[in-house]
């Protein structure tokens, strides 16, 4: 079993930042990518973004390409998302997700391709 905790999550002002961590247990952390989606009140839950095993390649959505940043620490089984320039439209619970297969960077922004989830992280961005 997987058990993945993000926090981070909080309330910031347009233009404010925040980092997201999400420490990932109970087996081989640097052998799965991992991916980040978002779910706003009365919306489908969306990817954000996603990153190899390696950290080698990172994906990001068009929403947020050129804001967020994906990484991982492999040495401390934590994924990272820094938000920079947060807009209101970014107001969301973010998940943290790990990867069904191993080694696989296959429709990395498909949700049903992760098997395992945490429990989200609401962030708020006021206006």
């Known amino acids: 079993q997987v058990q993945l905790v993000e926090s981070g999550g909080g309330l910031v002002q347009a233009g404010g930042s925040l980092r997201l961590s999400c420490a990932a247990s109970?087996?081989?952390?640097?052998?799965?990518?991992m991916g980040w989606f978002r779910q706003a009140p009365g919306k489908e839950r969306e990817f954000v973004a996603a990153?190899?095993?390696?950290?080698?390649?990172?994906y990001y959505a068009d929403s947020v390409k050129g804001r967020f940043t994906i990484s991982r620490d492999n040495a401390k089984n934590t994924v990272y998302l820094q938000m920079n320039s947060l807009k209101p439209e970014d107001t969301a619970v973010y998940y943290c997700?790990?990867?069904?297969?191993?080694?696989?960077?296959?429709?990395?922004?498909?949700?049903?391709?992760?098997?395992?989830w945490g429990q989200g992280t609401q962030v708020t961005v006021s206006s």
């Open positions: 990153i190899a095993w390696s950290g080698s390649k990172t």
């Open positions: 997700a790990a990867k069904r297969l191993a080694y696989s960077l296959e429709s990395v922004n498909m949700a049903g391709e992760y098997a395992y």
């Open positions: 109970g087996r081989t952390f640097n052998s799965y990518a």
